[in-house]
Each structure stands twice: as C-alpha cells, then as structure tokens.
C-alpha cells in the first residue's frame, strides 16, 4: 500500500517478510548462478527479523561483539549453543549484506566476519539445527553465505534507506521507503 503523501510503501510485520522474499528472488532470479530458494526465503526471514531494533541491539543499545559471542557460546548449553550460532550467522549475514560499508569501515575485514558467519553456521549443522526440516541446510548455508550476501547487498542497493538507524524498525508496524529496482548481477 502506497502513502499518498510521503510516496512511501506502508508494510506491516505480516507482508515484511514476503515483501524481503519478493524483493531477493527478484535479484537471484537474475544471478548467473541463482541460490535454491530456501536461501532466499530464509534470508528475508532474517531481514524481517533484524527489521525489528530491538532484535539486532543488545545491553542498551550496544553492537554486538560477534567473535566474543561465538567464543562464549562454548560454554553454553546445547539448546543455547544452536540458538547462539544460528543468530551470529544471521547477524553476519545482515550486516555484510544489508550495511556492508558498516563492516568495511571497521578494522575486522569483511573476510573475518565471512568466517565467523561461516563458522556460527557450521557449528549450527553439527549441532543437527534445522531449516524446514531441509537436510545439512545450515552446512549448505555456510558454503554459500558469500554468494548470499551479494544477493542482498543487491537487493539493499536499492532500498532508499541510508542508514541503520533508518533501516531499523521501532515496532511491528512501520512506514518505510523501500523502492526496488531490478539489475543484471554476478555471482
């Protein structure tokens, strides 16, 4: 739905994720060499989750500190394990693929973060987590979380947000600016 004054798509949190999955299938329908589509549909799940500021921020307000987190998570149980894991990847994934120039303006290189993305992911499959009951899904996620990134960071050139702060939702229900426009990629 269209905002007539302001020019800006009203979403609310039920049709976010299918506008997230719209907007990536688009761009990976295009990719010389398109992902399976459990990728996109659970990339635009992540987005529709850290599209919430309350889920991507933690102590007040603070960036999370990936490397300590997947460190740390050895110490914890198995079900806090396979949560822990889950979210770095996620995380990873949303920031090198939504604000990549965040990473890039910070001493870790994007390769480390790819790493620890890449990391969280596989002790995930170890740890038997599960996508849709799809077999080794987070092992097949972590050999193509490179390729996946380039899929959204796509699809978030687009977006008219400039920042995270913009990009970060304050509640459920929100009216954001989220033109898309289509363009040949390479994988």
Known sequence: MMDKKTDKIILSSENLSEYFYGCLSDVNRQAN?????????YSSEVMHKYAISENYFVNDSKE?????ELLQAEEKTLSEKKEIYREIGDLVLFQ????????????PSKGYYLNIGRSAYTKAAHLNCS??????????????????????????????????????????????????????IAN
């Open 96 to 107: 090198l693929g939504v604000f990549p120039q965040r990473i890039n303006s910070k001493t």
């Open 64 to 68: 999370r500190v990936l490397g300590m």
């Open 131 to 184: 996508f849709y009951d799809i077999p080794n899904f987070y092992h097949l996620l972590s050999t193509s979380l490179e390729n996946l990134v380039k899929i959204l960071t796509h699809a978030a050139e687009s977006f008219s947000h400039e920042s995270l702060e913009q990009y970060l939702l304050e509640n459920d229900d929100a009216v954001i600016d989220f033109s898309f426009s289509t363009k040949k």
């Open 33 to 41: 060499c398109p992902l399976p589509q459990e990728f996109i549909l």
